[in-house]
């Protein structure tokens, strides 16, 4: 009993599920546990343990490829970490650094690996779509502020007084009148601030600066891109996890019979904006 309990331990299953398939207390299964000094695996454990945002879907992710053995789901974690082959290969397979410089690359090169890598990727924007939508939006906010939703300006005409306010008039009797400009700001009440940079006293009078628009719509192209990209990563993993499964071992071969057409074309149905 205690061997097919430990089996189900390492697969996941929690105490309570435990004790009630074998009929016995949970602190029966925890005694069984710390007696017999059962372990669960990296991968195994974290399905069932709190952790940030997104872990459960990677680890779900990971679980469901039987493509990849332990140490190279590892290396796929240990990748994301800081995109760096040598040490994710270091990390995941204890080795020195000269292996890990080879060994390391060539890993990353393996369709199942590079596909298992976009999928994760992909999985960890989905959790942060949130918040890199909202800074998207505020950069689109300063991209596209006009200064004209903060101050009043034109010009005016009006009659010139003298030291005694009389109005001066011009030799056939009429008012002498002069241009001049204005610039007022609006209420604050009636504006967005938060796309205010600064305002401060120049000397010629207040100054109000907004956000660098340019800088904005900068990094707006660079969202929409990184955005597209990691679409098209997805894209192509997904057609080369397929391909495998279809008993293509070399993904990156030429194959002419029309399943990669149809693959392409399905996929960009999957992926277009619409």
């Keep these: 009993m205690q061997d097919e309990a430990k089996k189900d331990y390492l697969a996941g299953m929690k105490y309570k599920d435990i004790a009630e398939k074998y009929d016995v207390s949970i602190n029966t299964v925890k005694s069984w546990k710390q007696r017999n000094n059962w372990q669960r695996g990296p ?25 990849l053995n332990d140490q190279q789901k590892m ?32 890993l990353l090169t393996k369709a199942n690996v590079k596909s ?22 505020e950069y689109a906010k300063q991209a596209f ?8 300006f034109g010009g005016q005409e009006s009659t010139i007084i003298d030291e005694d306010e009389r109005e001066l ?13 204005y610039v007022m700001f609006k209420d604050k009440a009636k504006v967005d601030t938060s796309l205010i940079k600064t305002i401060k006293s120049g000397k010629d009078g207040p100054v109000i600066e907004l956000y660098d628009k340019q800088k904005a719509m900068d990094a707006l192209m660079n ?3 990184e955005k597209q990209s990691l679409k098209g990563q997805l894209m192509q993993a997904q057609i080369d996890r397929l391909k495998i499964q279809n008993g293509d071992n070399d993904p990156d071969e030429d ?14 149905d999957v992926w277009s904006d619409e």
């Design 145 to 152: 502020a006009d200064i004209g939703d903060y101050v009043e």
């Design 255 to 268: 194959d002419d019979d029309g399943f990669l057409e149809a693959i392409d074309k399905s996929a960009k």
């Design 169 to 181: 008039l011009d030799d056939n009797g009429n008012p002498i009148k002069s241009h001049r400009s």
């Design 223 to 225: 969202y929409v891109g």
């Design 43 to 67: 991968t195994q454990k974290g399905v069932h343990t709190k952790s940030k945002k997104g872990a459960p879907k990677i680890v779900e992710s990971l679980s469901a490829n039987d493509g």
């Design 116 to 137: 298992q890598i976009a999928e994760l990727k992909m999985s960890i924007a989905n959790d942060l779509f949130i918040t890199a939508d909202d800074i998207a939006k």
């Design 75 to 106: 290396f796929c974690l240990y990748y994301l970490q800081r995109f760096n082959a040598t040490w994710a290969y270091m990390q995941a397979y204890d080795a020195d650094y000269d292996t890990a410089r080879v060994n390391g690359s060539r």
